[in-house]
């Protein structure tokens, strides 16, 4: 089983950064997948990130290319997100989740079977 804690949403204004942490735990695998999405009301739950935690390499999607970074600290098991130049559309609420092996850039939820709770971020002025 694995655990995941995600923490560092908010609110902020068009144009403002936050960063999401994820801290794991529990049966961590060799090598895993983190991913990072997000669900806004009335809306399909969509990939937005992803990190190899083996290697660091990493997938976004279109939308947050060029403003959205995903990392990590090995040392902690924990991962980030930074988001800048926040957007209105980017309010959702931010899970990671995790599955063992490498990340594929379609990103699909389903392939994960490990998920925090959640984190809201909310981009409004």
């Known amino acids: 089983q694995v655990y995941l804690a995600e923490s560092g949403g908010g609110s902020v204004q068009p144009g403002g950064s936050l960063r999401l942490s994820c801290a794991a735990s529990?049966?961590?695998?060799?090598?895993?997948?983190l991913g990072w999405f997000r669900q806004a009301p009335g809306k399909e739950r969509e990939g937005v990130a992803t990190?190899?935690?083996?290697?660091?390499?990493?997938y976004y999607v279109d939308s947050v290319k060029g403003r959205f970074t995903s990392s990590q600290d090995n040392d902690k098991n924990t991962f980030y997100l930074r988001m800048n130049s926040l957007k209105p559309e980017d309010t959702a609420m931010y899970y990671c989740?995790?599955?063992?092996?490498?990340?594929?850039?379609?990103?699909?939820?389903?392939?994960?079977?490990?998920w925090g709770q959640g984190t809201q971020v909310t981009v409004s002025s």
């Open positions: 989740a995790a599955h063992s092996g490498s990340c594929f850039s379609d990103m699909a939820a389903d392939d994960f079977p490990f």
């Open positions: 529990g049966y961590l695998y060799a090598y895993y997948c």
């Open positions: 990190i190899y935690q083996e290697d660091g390499r990493t």
